[in-house]
């Protein structure tokens, strides 16, 4: 990762101009091309410097649903378990913790009942529960990494 790779993470975070071309404004910016722009995320996602880039989008105010969801998985079954989670596009991120309730992620739908789908199936095709917990209140935090 080179300086103008983290000037591009640096500028991204702030969010683009939604426009036809949203990345040719940062580009410019950056004092850069638009196709160059767009060259370099697709290599720091590929390089896995970069895990997801894309827009943060509110599930809820566009009628949808989204939940934090936890597993209790059995060790030995864990990436089996992961990789059927992961399967779901509407799984936006899911991490391993050291605890009873091992697995935890994140489920976002575009109505209530599909979530219920995705974690009916989820728990069909693994044979365990997924406790659901759902936001009681926002509280909005403003992460910024500069890198």
């Known amino acids: 990762m080179d300086n103008l790779d983290r000037a ?5 975070q702030d969010g ?28 720091l996602l590929e390089n896995n410097i970069l895990s997801r880039f894309g827009p943060m989008f509110n599930a809820e105010e566009m009628g949808g ?12 079954r864990f990436e089996e378990v992961a990789s059927v989670v992961n399967s779901y596009p509407e799984v936006a991120h899911n991490y ?13 739908t575009e109505t209530t009942g599909q979530l219920d789908k995705v974690i009916d199936t989820i728990e ?6 997924v406790y659901q917990m759902p936001k009681l209140e926002e509280f909005y935090v403003g992460l910024r990494l500069a890198v």
């Open 8 to 12: 591009i993470i640096n500028r991204l």
């Open 16 to 43: 683009v101009t939604v426009t036809d071309n949203p990345y040719a404004g940062a580009a410019r910016e950056l004092g850069i091309t638009e196709e160059e722009l767009l060259a370099r995320i697709e290599q």
């Open 65 to 76: 649903k989204f939940v934090l969801c936890a597993m209790e998985v059995p060790a030995a």
């Open 96 to 108: 391993e913790r050291t605890h009873r309730l091992n697995m935890w992620f994140v489920l976002a």
């Open 124 to 129: 069909r095709e693994t044979g365990i529960h």
